[in-house]
């Protein structure tokens, strides 16, 4: 968190896929302002209510995100990046490029291709490590397709993690990487 809020410099803390609000509120007990996105209304209003003090705004990744170019020092996306095929989650992280500042903080948690409790390797593979997973589709990472989606960024921390935050544990990679200028 400390590092956290020396990047944001009281600038809002721009939250990709935010869902009920559980990083939102963790962020926002630690001082930061939070602009939290969700592409679910009833996700934001559960969001709202775990996070009073955040701004929700309901947005879809894969769409131009709303906001200039250079908007934010810090930018989380922690488990939202994995619904979309290849071109779609690049175009996601594009925009996260253009809307991060030179110098700026990404903190990102993907789905590992080991995290087996949680569909990896399940379902119809659609395209390379995305899967359809009952109505959803659903992408696991290795570490080629993480530093491949972040090319151009300097990767800080990679690391693959056991989280405990689900009724199973999970595996994901957590990442923190510093925009280009």
């Known amino acids: 968190m400390p590092r956290i809020r020396n990047l944001s410099l009281d600038e809002p803390v721009l939250e990709l896929g935010c869902g009920k609000g559980r990083d939102t509120a963790t962020l926002c007990a630690g001082g930061l302002a939070v602009v ?14 775990a996070a009073r003090r955040a701004s929700a705004l309901q947005m879809d990744l894969r769409e131009p995100f709303p906001f200039r170019a250079m908007s934010f020092r810090v930018i989380v996306a922690s488990l939202s990046l994995h619904y979309f095929s290849w071109a779609g ?25 080991n995290d087996i409790h949680h569909g990896a390797g399940v379902g119809d593979e659609i ?55």
């Open 36 to 49: 939290a996105t969700d592409i679910s209304r009833p996700s934001l209003q559960q969001c709202a209510k």
């Open 89 to 113: 989650t690049k175009g996601a992280v594009a925009e996260i490029a253009r809307c991060i500042r030179p110098g700026g903080l990404l903190l990102a948690r993907f789905n590992s291709t």
């Open 127 to 181: 395209e390379r490590h995305l899967f359809r997973v009952g109505v959803r589709e659903k992408r696991f990472f290795d570490r080629a397709d993480v530093v491949g989606l972040l090319a151009g960024w300097h990767i800080d921390q990679l690391t693959e993690q056991t989280i405990q935050r689900y009724e199973k544990s999970k595996v994901v990679w957590e990442v923190a990487a510093l925009g280009g200028a």
